[in-house]
């Protein structure tokens, strides 16, 4: 547990069965997390709390019982290059108010999404592996505007490659969402979005799917070999509903 302005080191530690997080930062604490091993715990992996900052790096974080990482309002974090695989819950949980930088990372295998942002913060996705998640997308974006996600391979995900939901209005550009489950980019729940130049291909719903009431900006998105609910019309083109 690091807090009070406490700064510092953890590196090559293995960190297992806890009864609730692995680590928790909060109220000023700043400290480089790298190379450890976090896994089997009763709650989150790593619990980035109010105040909470810290840049991590090169850590396997599994098994948990909640989200591997989880970054809470008022935290600012920087997580880049770590595997995130087999946790109960996201891979990477970013709740409304905080500020994440997201780079180079795997998630796979969670049994929620691979990155989920969950309400308004500033907040970056760029250049992550995000593949075999469980939850409604390997990446979702829930009510929030300042949120860019970037360059990332977003792959055989169980449902769809990109959610936006409940308001969302994120930048979405050159994103590869190929060979998911369900549609490559889905829009719900009134959500828009700037969707632009992702490579879209190979995924078992419509390449891009509006719902009615959404009304998302789509511009020079590569759309190829996408199956709709009609076996026999290839998905080439987005679906607006309503």
């Not at 604490?29 to 900052?53: L, M, W």
Request: proline share 2%; charged share 25%.
């Amino acid at each position: 547990h690091m807090a009070d302005w406490s700064i510092g080191f953890l590196k090559e530690n293995s960190i297992t069965e806890c009864s609730g997080s692995a680590l928790i930062v909060e109220n000023g604490a700043d400290p480089e997390v790298t190379d450890n091993t976090i896994a089997e715990c009763a709650s989150h992996g790593v619990r980035i709390a109010a105040g909470g900052k810290g840049r991590f790096a090169n850590n396997k974080v599994s098994m948990n019982a909640a989200a591997g990482f989880c970054v809470g309002a008022d935290a600012t974090s920087d997580i880049r290059a770590n595997e995130i695989c087999e946790n109960d819950e996201a891979g990477v949980l970013v709740e409304a108010g905080a500020a994440a930088r997201i780079y180079g990372n795997t998630m796979h295998t969670n049994g929620g999404a691979g990155i989920e942002v969950d309400g308004e913060g500033v907040t970056q996705l760029r250049d992550n592996d995000v593949h075999s998640n469980k939850g409604d997308a390997g990446v979702v974006v829930k009510g929030a505007v300042e949120v860019v996600v970037y360059g990332n391979h977003i792959h055989e995900n169980e449902n769809a490659g990109i959610a936006l939901q409940n308001g969302a209005h994120p930048l979405i550009s050159k994103n590869r969402c190929i060979d998911n489950l369900g549609d490559g980019i889905k829009v719900s729940g009134g959500s828009k979005g700037k969707l632009e130049r992702n490579t879209i291909q190979g995924n078992e719903g419509a390449p891009i799917l509006a719902e009615p009431g959404c009304e998302p900006i789509i511009g020079e998105n590569f759309l190829q070999e996408n199956d709709m609910d009609d076996e026999d019309e290839e998905g080439d083109e987005p679906r607006i509903e309503g």
